[in-house]
């Protein structure tokens, strides 16, 4: 309920500093989990995605931003999941697993951020986690040109990809790469159409 509040004020700030737009909205069924998945130039990108998205999410996050303990607890308290880069896979796959049961999860499948206009490869992680969980992925363009304050900031929702739709015959790390790669070149193409 508090997080949710949270959540609503996070919401009206963001529409009162940023003019967002949304376009695909429609394409979200509320009733479902998914695993979105966008680009990332911005450390206010996750907010943007929380902000336009209304049910409760987790979000994968680099151990860093947890240092601070204030900061660990409000992020910890808003969903976010402590991934530590280079660290054990396993751990977080098992954690994202869980959090994915309860609902749906933000994930940046370049795990960092890029501010050019053309992908980073992909980790294997959004593969991985569709294949796994069978939990569709929902794709998010966000074009945000200067992340100033008052600018227009825009949300392209894309059609969600059911994970029924791959058919490879063995999955291994190398089709989770190229299975995140696709989808970020789907992603980055609307991207540099709008920007």
């Known amino acids: 309920m508090v997080v949710r509040a949270i959540r609503a004020i996070l919401r009206c700030v963001f529409y009162l500093f940023y003019?967002?737009?949304v376009i695909g909205s429609e394409k979200i069924d509320v009733n479902r989990n998914y695993i979105i998945c966008a680009n990332h130039r911005y450390a206010n990108d996750p907010f943007f995605?929380?902000?336009v998205y209304k049910p409760d999410v987790y979000i994968l996050a680099k151990k860093?931003?947890?240092?601070i303990k204030l900061l660990e607890r409000f992020f910890q308290f808003l969903g976010a999941i402590s991934v530590e880069r280079g660290g054990s896979d396993f751990a977080v796959l098992k954690k994202s697993l869980k959090a994915l049961k309860e609902r749906t999860l933000?994930?940046?499948p370049e795990?960092?951020?890029n501010?050019?206009?053309?992908?980073m490869e992909a980790k294997a992680g959004l593969g991985l986690l569709c294949v796994k969980s069978k939990t569709p992925i929902l794709p998010m363009v966000i074009v945000n040109k200067n992340n100033k304050l008052f600018s227009k900031v825009k949300i392209h929702i894309l059609d969600p990809i059911d994970p029924n739709e791959f058919t490879?015959?063995?999955y291994?790390?190398?089709v989770y790469v190229e299975i995140g790669n696709n989808i970020l070149g789907e992603i980055y193409k609307k991207f540099n159409e709008e920007i």
């Not at 860093?64 to 240092?67: Q, Y």
């Not at 501010?115 to 992908?119: E, F």
Request: charged letters at 35%; hydrophobic letters at 35%; glycine letters at 4%.
């Open 111 to 113: 795990g960092t951020r």
């Open 64 to 67: 860093e931003l947890f240092k």
């Open 115 to 119: 501010r050019s206009l053309k992908p």
């Open 172 to 174: 291994t790390s190398d």
């Open 49 to 51: 995605i929380s902000a």
């Open 106 to 108: 933000i994930i940046f």
């Open 19 to 21: 003019r967002v737009e």
């Open 168 to 170: 490879y015959e063995k």
